[in-house]
């Protein structure tokens, strides 16, 4: 199997290789592993508060380094890559892979998908909105989870079966991070899918139960922070912990490469 370093440049931001590449080019990618693998490739987002948490758990960061595709999901992690004098020139969330896939999928060919995670109630929204936005992607099966810390080794067996009985060709995973990717990481072996997709809120998102901050905070940099105001207290964390601690960890390999 083709490793994604020979099929898409990446740069190593705190030891993570991250893709380089466009959306177009992460998107080809991922229409190859659906069109042509037989063991499930995955997909999860970096972002600064996601890279500052896997340096103080060790079991999330593996799961981000096992991840086939990483890509800049934040402007921290832009000009991060801005300082150490890398290629990353946009941001690539889950949202914009979620419908981006979906758009281009649902041109020309005829897939199937699962949804694992959120509850009962917003699964069943996502199945009737996808069936209308996407009548060539069939939704064939959807699992909620129990809302706990931990997944125990029943949970995970239940979650597995369900995903494999319905053997979607894309698995999207709508938890909170870290659970998903670590999830993602201690199960994609036993996954028979073709890809697996970490997107976390991008649930909610789609059928509106969480609003996006507008295009312009998007491209400004700062759709962090309607985001913080609509729920700071669990937020604020993430914007004014994480975020610095990940440029001083930024700062600090750039010193690095120096000496």
Request: glycine share 6%.
């Amino acid at each position: 199997m083709d490793s994604v370093e020979s099929l898409l440049e990446t740069e190593s931001i705190l030891d993570y290789q991250v893709t380089c590449a466009d959306m177009p080019e992460c998107l080809g990618l991922i229409s190859k592993w659906i069109a042509t693998e037989n063991s499930p490739m995955s997909f999860v987002c970096a972002n600064p508060h996601s890279l500052y948490e896997a340096s103080k758990d060790s079991a999330f960061q593996s799961a981000l380094q096992d991840a086939e595709l990483v890509t800049p999901d934040g402007f921290g992690v832009v000009l991060a890559s801005k300082i150490l004098g890398g290629k990353i020139k946009q941001r690539i969330t889950g949202s914009d892979v979620f419908y981006g896939l979906n758009d281009d999928i649902n041109k020309n060919k005829t897939r199937t998908c699962f949804f694992l995670g959120s509850t009962e109630e917003v699964l069943s929204e996502i199945k009737e909105k996808m069936a209308i936005e996407y009548p060539n992607i069939r939704v064939v099966g959807s699992y909620s989870p129990p809302f706990k810390v931990e997944f125990n080794e029943t949970d995970n067996q239940l979650m597995v079966d369900a995903v494999n009985e319905a053997a979607p060709d894309i698995l999207w995973v709508g938890m909170t991070a870290p659970k998903q990717e670590k999830w993602i990481a201690a199960n994609k072996d036993k996954l028979n899918v073709k890809f697996v997709g970490a997107i976390g809120a991008v649930f909610d998102f789609y059928v509106g139960n969480v609003k996006r901050s507008s295009p312009i905070f998007q491209q400004l940099g700062l759709e962090w922070l309607p985001r913080l105001a609509q729920e700071p207290r669990r937020l604020w964390r993430r914007n004014f912990i994480s975020s610095p601690m990940f440029l001083i960890g930024v700062m600090t390999q750039k010193f690095n490469l120096k000496h």
